[in-house]
């Protein structure tokens, strides 16, 4: 889904603020 688009390196903590705003 999105995680393959953004592909986080730092860690999950941003993947999950950026599924928070797509989801809104």
Do not use: D, F
């Not at 986080?8 to 950026?18: A, F, H, K, L, N």
Request: charged residues 20%; negative net charge; proline residues 8%.
């Amino acid at each position: 889904m999105v995680h393959e688009m953004k592909i986080p390196s730092p860690g999950e903590s941003i993947t999950e603020v950026e599924i928070s705003q797509w989801l809104v």
